[in-house]
T-cell receptor, first 120, second 115 residues
């Protein structure tokens, strides 16, 4: 298995531009997570999906951020318009959900390599 | 709001030393505590702890949880340069809506092992 795949690996954009980050989870995993990591705030969970349905988006910082999961093998995180304070590494992760419902299996959570976003 | 505090923030040791990393937490309806190792890229899972007093062990790494005092420690014995990384502690607790569990991470401890 190729693991969790994220693209692009690096993104440099100017303030005000729209940014779209992409993620392909591990096949068979039905929970998907988006995280953001900065020096100041550490690693923060933004949103997670179970069976393609958003379960908890309380970590999404503002309305400028949105995430979708149109099918089991693809998710996007969009920032529009982007701001310099959005600069961070964005990780996608996936896991199976043996508990059923909306509770993921964090000990079986695998992270992607991350997208380093720089907003100038 | 859930809180996870790790200490020290950074640590420099020599190969062969033993280190202890600390993690204290405040969380609503605790379910588990997890340790991750993060080198240059993404975090990788080390341990998941749910019960007090039961040590989890993997090679030179071990961890234990105290649910009464709300903390965990991660021990690394006979450290090697390959142990150099950021070690992250995360706690799983009920979200504000009370319907799902979510992870809250600490800021991490940066461990540097010099030869």
């Amino acid at each position: 298995d190729a693991g969790v795949i994220q693209s692009p690996r690096h993104e440099v954009t100017e303030m005000g531009q729209e940014v779209t980050l992409r993620c392909k989870p591990i096949s068979g995993h039905n929970s998907l997570f988006w995280y953001r990591q900065t020096m100041m705030r550490g690693l923060e969970l933004l949103i997670y999906f179970n069976n393609n349905v958003p379960i908890d988006d309380s970590g999404m910082p503002e309305d400028r951020f949105s995430a979708k999961m149109p099918n089991a093998s693809f998710s996007t995180l969009k920032i529009q318009p982007s701001e310099p304070r959005d600069s961070a590494v964005y990780f996608c992760a996936s896991s199976p959900s043996p508990y059923g419902g909306g509770s993921p299996s964090y000990n079986e959570q695998f992270f992607g390599p991350g997208t380093r976003l720089t907003v100038l | 709001e859930d809180k996870v505090v790790q200490s020290p923030l950074s640590l420099v040791v020599h190969e062969g030393d033993t280190v202890t990393l600390n993690c204290s937490y405040e969380v609503t309806n605790f379910r588990s505590l997890l340790w991750y190792k993060q080198e240059k890229k993404a975090p990788t899972f080390l341990f998941m702890l749910t019960s007090s007093g039961i040590e989890k062990k993997s090679g030179r790494l071990s961890s234990i949880l105290d649910k009464k005092e709300l903390f965990s420690i991660l021990n690394i014995t006979a450290t090697q340069t390959g142990d150099s990384a950021v070690y992250l502690c995360a706690v799983e607790g009920l979200n504000s809506g009370g319907s799902n569990y979510k992870l809250t991470f600490g800021k991490g401890t940066l461990l540097t092992v010099n030869p």
